[in-house]
């Protein structure tokens, strides 16, 4: 009871229900294709049956090689006014031996030929959220040229090689 003995009527309000946004047309339809795999080519190559028997190794291979280039070669990527800026090495302990890793790794894939490394770049480092490379987006899409072929394959003997 209020002041004077009324009643106070409180009004409620309806808040609008909480609904998640899952993005546009276009987002769903991709989602839907690739599941998470979708945001990296390598992993759209996986979810579409093109990385063989192997596939699982095959991903996890190239996207750790893709973390250890971008930490090791990147340049000051995403970033936030409200955070630090840091450069592109790692500050841990573990840096020194990831960055030797890494350039072991390069020079493995350079001693392979020059069609190999940018082959395994177009899957592996280079940056390919949505769509690409061209190669790889046809394969997906079942109207490939023969030389797409050549590129996938290519880029999997690189994978290969390198995931024993």
């Known amino acids: 009871m209020a002041k004077g003995g009324t009643k106070r ?20 339809a991709k989602r839907a294709q690739f599941g998470t795999d979708g945001c990296d080519a390598i992993g759209r190559a996986y979810r579409a049956g093109l990385l063989g028997e192997d596939g699982q190794r095959l991903l996890q291979t190239g996207r750790s090689i893709n973390r250890a280039y971008w930490a090791a070669y990147g340049q000051y990527g995403l970033s936030c006014t409200l955070g630090v800026r840091t450069g592109p090495a790692n500050d841990d302990d573990n840096g020194l031996a990831r960055e030797k890793w890494l350039n072991a790794t390069i020079r493995e894939i350079d001693g392979m030929g020059r069609g190999h490394r940018k082959a395994f770049d177009s899957l592996c480092i280079d940056f390919h959220p949505d769509y690409g490379p061209d190669w790889l987006d046809r394969l997906i899409a079942k109207e490939p040229r023969q030389p797409d072929w050549s590129q996938l394959v290519k880029a999997l003997e690189v994978l290969d090689e390198l995931s024993d």
């Open 9 to 28: 009527k409180q009004r409620k309000v309806r808040m609008p229900e909480d609904r998640r946004d899952a993005g546009t047309d276009a987002a769903q």
